[in-house]
């Protein structure tokens, strides 16, 4: 009797997902879902994207968190829009959840809106919340092998951006390790090793988003 509910979820979220594609497409936004474990160093990243970017882009961010809102405070700092989704308890963001919250942010003119999934390796990578791009931050402090242990996260992501590369001095993180097995499971996987902290790597990133919009724009 379990099945057919969990099922029944799984497609209620998938039909608000395709909603929030339709209403991001018709309006030119780029819907990046970033996903990584707990102190990977995902808000930090953003806030970097957002003081670095925030002269040519207009961007907004959806913060997912178990209970705080420390993250949408930090990301707000930065001078962009931010709103905050407690999911009190839960392990990962709803399509139902973005819906949301998207009602509270001013989209005029918006070019990409984060979504900062709740720090979790497993969870997020089963639920589409309307995004274009799945993103997976990896931190070298977490153990190259997490490609390995997680493979359906790094499988359906378009990216992965291996963070805090400036303490690779100081850890055994194998980067090729990583960046192979990353591979294996999905071939093409563009891999950004940065430093969220120091600025490192963090051009290609900026490219990366600044690509993908375009085409966004060009398709829409």
Excluded at 19 to 24: A, C, S, T, V
Excluded at 179 to 207: M, Q
């Amino acid at each position: 009797m379990q099945i057919p509910v969990v099922r029944n979820i799984l497609e209620a979220n998938d039909r608000i997902a395709a909603e929030l594609k339709d209403f991001f497409g018709h309006k030119g936004i780029l819907a990046v879902n970033i996903m990584s474990s707990p102190g990977a160093g995902k808000t930090t990243l953003l806030e970097r994207t957002l003081t670095e970017l925030g002269g040519e882009m207009r961007m907004a961010v959806v913060e997912g968190d178990l209970q705080t809102d420390n993250d949408a405070r930090r990301v707000a700092a930065t001078g962009a829009q931010a709103v905050q989704i407690n999911t009190e308890g839960g392990c990962h963001l709803t399509s139902s959840q973005v819906q949301e919250a998207v009602k509270s942010l001013d989209l005029t003119g918006l070019d990409i809106l984060f979504i900062e999934n709740v720090g979790n390796l497993v969870c997020p990578a089963e639920f589409d919340v309307g995004e274009d791009f799945k993103i997976t931050l990896l931190s070298v402090t977490e153990g190259d092998d997490k490609p390995e242990k997680y493979p359906l996260m790094f499988n359906i992501s378009a990216a992965l951006v291996l963070n805090k590369v400036d303490l690779l001095p100081y850890v055994d993180f194998d980067m090729e390790r990583a960046s192979r097995h990353a591979r294996v499971l999905n071939e093409h996987i563009d891999i950004f090793p940065v430093s969220a902290r120091s600025g490192e790597g963090l051009a290609d990133w900026y490219d990366w988003l600044r690509a993908r919009l375009r085409e966004k724009r060009a398709t829409a």
